[in-house]
């Protein structure tokens, strides 16, 4: 089991920026995946990010494209999430998790590791 630990959240005006940071205790296989998701009071868990450190591929959510950016640190094992243009809409709980068996980038239930979340809120 791979140990994850995220940071970074907090309160911000609307148009402002955060960074999380997510780090992983260490790293089963040569490649896996670590991504981003977020959860809003009373709705699912959903895709914000990822990273795929075997091929060194990013993906995004369509509502964050432009103003999200995922990036890598291997020798920290650690990825971040650079938040820009925050809108009260991305208000949620982020989560970052590992994913190293088989599945996609996607789906959270793919993931075997997952944080304990870390809270953003953006007021208007």
């Known amino acids: 089991q791979v140990q994850v630990v995220e940071s970074g959240g907090g309160l911000v005006q609307a148009g402002g920026s955060l960074r999380l940071s997510c780090t992983a205790s260490e790293r089963p296989f040569s490649s896996f995946t670590m991504g981003w998701f977020r959860q809003a009071p009373g709705k699912e868990r959903q895709f914000v990010a990822a990273?795929?450190?075997?091929?060194?591929?990013?993906f995004y959510a369509d509502s964050v494209k432009g103003r999200f950016t995922i990036s890598n640190n291997n020798a920290k094992n650690t990825v971040y999430l650079q938040m820009s243009n925050l809108k009260p809409e991305d208000t949620a709980v982020y989560y970052c998790?590992?994913?190293?068996?088989?599945?996609?980038?996607?789906?959270?239930?793919?993931?075997?590791?997952w944080g304990q979340g870390t809270q953003v809120t953006v007021s208007s």
């Open positions: 990273f795929s450190r075997g091929g060194g591929s990013t």
């Open positions: 998790a590992a994913r190293y068996s088989s599945g996609s980038y996607y789906y959270p239930h793919d993931y075997n590791d």
